[in-house]
């Protein structure tokens, strides 16, 4: 298997313009996440997915976030519209179950100006 | 909700030197730890994890932790560091339930030759 797949690597955008990221999960893998990471608040849970269904959103920032899995093999993360603030390297991570090992994509390096 | 703390956001050390990075957890009745590591531009990669049994928990590249749990602490430990093991190093913790896992804010390795 390839791991875990984002695309793209590196987004750069404007602000007010709408940004989607996405990932493809290890096949089989029914855990999938979405993480933010940034220097001052360092690695943060936005939400994840268990058999493609929302289970904690708790951490999304605010309704301009919004994720989605249509099936087992691919997941979205969108921004809409998107801010400076929300430049930050997005992760998305897949597991097998309950406490098994949670596999990071490289990351998308999202930058808005 | 589990919670986790790392002490240190950097730790520089020598070559060959050993080295502590220190993690406490918020207390709990079930607790699984883990530690993560984050080389430059990558996504985060298992080191070892703590689910039950022995205190004593073994992970790659010659890495291992020890569960405390009067002194709620999981720090990972290595004898001797080589320059290839600086990176970012993440502990991680969750209470069990639908597996959300919380991260301590890094803490940078910094091996000097």
């Known amino acids: 298997d390839a791991g875990v797949i984002q695309s793209p690597r590196h987004e750069v955008t404007e602000m007010g313009q709408e940004v989607t990221l996405r990932c493809k999960p290890i096949?089989?893998?029914?855990?999938l996440f979405w993480y933010r990471q940034t220097m001052m608040r360092g690695l943060e849970l936005l939400i994840y997915?268990?058999?493609?269904?929302?289970?904690?959103d708790s951490g999304m920032p605010e309704d301009r976030f919004s994720a989605k899995m249509p099936n087992a093999s691919f997941s979205t993360l969108k921004i809409q519209p998107s801010e400076p603030r929300d430049s930050a390297v997005y992760f998305c991570?897949?597991?097998?179950?309950?406490?098994?090992?949670?596999?990071f994509g490289q990351g998308t390096r999202l930058t808005v100006v | 909700a589990q919670s986790v703390t790392q002490l240190d956001s950097q730790v520089p050390v020598f070559e060959e030197a050993p080295v502590e990075l220190r993690c406490n957890y918020s207390s709990s009745v079930s607790v699984y730890l883990f530690w993560y590591v984050q080389y430059p531009n990558q996504g985060l990669q298992l080191l070892l994890k703590y689910l039950s049994g022995s205190t004593l928990v073994k992970g790659i590249n010659g890495f291992e932790a020890e569960f405390n749990k009067s002194q709620t602490s999981f720090h990972l430990r290595k004898p001797s560091v080589h320059i290839s093991d600086t990176a970012e190093y993440f502990c991680a913790g969750s209470s069990g339930g639908y597996q959300k896992v919380t991260f301590g804010i890094g803490t940078k390795l910094q091996v000097i030759p």
């Open positions: 096949s089989g893998h029914d855990y």
């Open positions: 991570a897949s597991s097998s179950g309950v406490y098994t090992e949670a596999f």
């Open positions: 997915f268990n058999n493609n269904v929302p289970i904690d």
